[in-house]
């Protein structure tokens, strides 16, 4: 066997945590856990120790190649399968558990999963939309709901969040995650964690979470789905891993494997990032899943040259569970034997997935979330759809509103609904939809049909499609246009062209819609943009010449009353962008949370860091949104200039609504370490804060910040804050704030 070095070796003494992991006595529940993983560890053979580790699929949503009968039962009655993915059904997931309880040897429940990504049956908008409302609550109550719909249905374990952080949206699973930034996908990611898992895991409506995909998948290289990741360890440390740290702290069950390689070593055979960060540094008491394959990959990649191999590699790097690769099943019991793997790995991944079935109750009631009557109350319940509908419309984002287009008046007398996005339902849900049904969506045009009065008069046309080039409709659609008062013009991307396996490597708005959008504009008439997609997409020209603009992502069952809470004002929009929106592909990456270079970029001056053709700014930065109402800034107040590394520095700034519409703003805090053993970005988020104000109204926002809040990764990869200089800055996005400065002093130091 070929020996695999990584290239971690030695880095791990010299990285240190924000925290460690959990430390201090088990509780009484803990301790009898744990006796009770050791009893029925004793007890199994090798070979069922092996079958624990071994998850099929049923079919279903497969997102890779299927492989071997997955559907066979018998090895699921010989004791050789510990979970079963895309099984769902209160009835038929209780007949599959009862074949694991009642006709294996040691009657070990199995643990059923499936993506329950943003909503099971009421499906709330995509993680990425979601992550603009920046409402932590409103997120961990969708993670909530769908925890109680997927468990009424016999599930037990959900393939999220994904934290991935990604700067590309070129990647089409850009729209599974928070955004660009370390701090909001870190408060997101607990969010969720803690919504999905409820809480106890002991209740028979939650479900077990899985941080994934761990690590750095959002960096792939051109943006293209399951390619090779090369950043520094600092860039790892500081930007990719602390959200998946979050949920650690959260308390989640599961880890997911990545499918990219990072410098070489596949994440699915990474030591580092599974035995010593995850496992060691962080105290991660869980299991880890493989992604799907990606055991076998292994083989792809070039690290191993069997299955047998990757099993070995894969073993010893930390994976617990093989997900439908087999590997695991064909060749770990033959490698134990043979003395090349220590069989005291087995018993740690074995015992992690006990741990888990037992913290869910299975043991003690394996048909817990086998209940028909709850699969028939919970599903799509009046409660779910209304929450649905409000993080809908908190998630949505005003780029632009020029003339204050918005919000449309009801008594609006002719009205014209155009696009091919403005009618679909199934568009609305995006992909990773689990159970939801397109026919319970409410399209926009049903939202706006809703919303109007009686007096007012609609006119729909299509236009045109998302994709292709006829422009057939277009003279049906522009005569709508000029025999109305204003047009709400519905575009963007279709629903499946945002997720896995959707790289694009041009995210301008698709087809001949941008040629609609020319020739709408050209009646004169006033013209709402409402844009749908999954991940950012490119529209300078529609920016620079549309006078009101919408990004509504992809909003899930309740889009289309959302969007027409929006558009008629009973909802005054309060989202914030999660991740910068290019000017163009050729930016790409472009992020608020940059590094100065030597020659940073100077208006006038030549030598510097720029473009000739385009300006270094994104289109939309990273927390851009605005309101109906306008919020102006006092200067910011600070209790002292000069904290000690054991004091903290009180931020205070005040928020008047000077406009006429009641409103939320989000107020963002920022920080920049000015000198310090490494570069560090122009800004950091360190936090944030939700707040309605009235109209005419100020509210006073106050943040703490302490030295733990400064702390980065330095020359020596420790983990620290230096003493020094520092910038923070309060505002509305990352663009656009107020600043001041303090000092960072040694304790007793009187600098």
């Known amino acids: 066997m070929k020996k695999h070095y990584l290239f971690f070796t030695g880095l791990l003494a010299l990285a240190v945590s924000c925290s460690q992991g959990p430390s201090g006595s088990m509780s009484d529940s803990d301790l009898n856990i744990e006796r009770r993983v050791d009893s029925v560890l004793a007890k ?54 009862e074949i694991a309880v009642n006709e294996t040897r040691m009657g070990i429940p199995l643990i059923f999963g499936l993506d329950v990504i943003h909503g099971y049956r009421t499906i709330f908008p995509t993680p990425l939309g979601e992550s603009a409302s920046w409402d932590t609550v409103g997120i961990k109550e969708s993670a909530r709901i769908a925890a109680i719909e997927a468990s009424a249905q016999g599930v037990h374990w959900t393939f999220a969040p994904m934290v991935d952080i990604s700067r590309d949206p070129r990647w089409g699973r850009i729209m599974e995650g928070a955004g660009e930034d370390p701090f909001l996908g870190s408060m997101i990611a ?24 761990y690590a750095a998948y959002g960096a792939a290289e051109g943006g293209r789905d399951y390619n090779t990741v090369d950043i520094s360890m600092r860039t790892l440390n500081d930007i990719y891993l602390p959200p998946f740290h979050a949920a650690v702290e959260a308390g989640v069950g599961t880890f997911m494997n990545s499918f990219n390689e990072i410098a070489g070593i596949p994440s699915t055979g990474n030591e580092y990032l599974l035995r010593d960060k995850l496992k060691g540094e962080w105290g991660f008491k869980g299991f880890v ?131 091919p996005l403005a009618d679909s339902k199934k568009d609305l849900l995006c992909t990773w939809t689990a159970k939801g049904q397109p026919d319970e969506a409410v399209s926009l045009l049903d939202g706006i049909k809703k919303k109007v009065d009686d007096g007012t008069r609609i006119l729909y046309e299509k236009g045109c499609d998302i994709t292709g080039d006829s422009k057939a409709g277009f003279a049906s659609a522009l005569s709508a246009a000029r025999r109305a008062d ?117 208006k006038g001056e030549f030598f510097t860091s720029r473009y000739l053709d385009i300006p270094n700014e994104p289109l939309y930065p990273f927390g851009y949104g605005l309101s109906y109402t306008t919020f102006k800034y006092s200067d910011i107040s600070l209790n002292k200039t000069k904290i000690a590394f054991s004091e903290p520095l009180i931020v205070k700034v005040k928020v008047t609504n000077t406009g ?81 400065s303090f000092k960072l002093i040694e304790n007793g130091s009187k600098d």
């Open 44 to 97: 199994m053979t090798l070979e069922e120790k092996v079958g624990q580790m071994n998850q099929i699929s049923t079919g279903g949503a497969a997102t890779g190649p299927v492989l071997g009968n997955n559907n066979d039962m018998t090895d699921l009655r010989a004791g050789k399968i510990g979970s079963i993915l895309n099984l769902v059904g209160a009835e038929r997931t209780r007949e599959a558990q």
């Open 190 to 213: 607990r969010a969720r964690v803690e919504g999905f898992q409820g809480k106890s895991l002991t209740d028979n409506n939650t479900i077990v979470a899985c941080a994934k995909h």
């Open 289 to 419: 899943v493989s992604d799907w394959n990606s055991i076998g990959e292994l083989v792809n990649h070039g690290v191993a040259a069997d299955e047998e191999e990757a099993a070995e590699i894969a073993i010893k790097a930390g994976s617990d569970m093989d997900m439908v690769s087999g590997s695991y099943l064909e060749n770990l019991p033959r490698l134990v034997k043979d003395g090349v793997v220590d069989e005291k790995l087995i018993d740690d991944a074995v015992r992690r997935i006990l741990r888990i079935k037992f913290q869910l109750g299975l043991f003690d009631d394996p048909y817990k979330y086998c209940s028909v009557e709850r699969e028939n109350e919970l599903l799509l319940h009046p409660s779910h759809r209304e929450h649905a509908r409000d993080i809908a419309r908190k998630s949505i984002v005003l780029l632009k509103n020029e003339g204050q287009v918005l919000p449309v008046s009801k008594k609006t007398r002719t009205l014209a609904v155009i696009g």
């Open 486 to 602: 204003i047009v709400i013009l519905a575009v963007g991307e279709a629903g499946d062209m945002s997720g896995e396996a959707h790289s694009r490597a041009y995210i301008g708005i698709p087809g001949v819609q941008p040629d609609l959008i020319k020739e709408i504009q050209k009646t004169g008439k006033p013209v709402v943009v409402v844009l749908m997609n999954g991940r950012p997409v490119t529209f300078e020209w529609t920016a620079k010449n549309m006078p009101a603009i919408l990004e509504t992502w992809f909003l899930g069952t309740e889009g289309g009353d959302a969007i027409a809470d929006v558009l008629f004002g009973d909802y005054n929009p309060s989202g914030k962008l999660p991740v910068s929106i290019p000017v163009t592909v050729g930016q790409i990456p472009v992020y608020y949370n940059h590094k100065n270079t030597g020659r940073p970029f100077e």
């Open 660 to 740: 006429e519409y009641d409103g939320e703003e989000v107020v963002q805090l920022y920080t920049r370490d000015m000198v310090a053993s490494v570069t560090r970005p122009v800004k950091e988020l360190k936090g944030f804060k939700k707040v309605m104000i009235e109209k005419g109204e100020t509210a006073e926002i106050s943040f703490e910040l302490t030295s733990d809040d400064l702390r980065f990764y330095n020359d020596k990869m420790d983990f620290v804050a230096e003493p020094g200089d520092f910038k923070v800055f309060v505002g509305t996005s990352s663009d656009n704030v107020k600043e001041a």
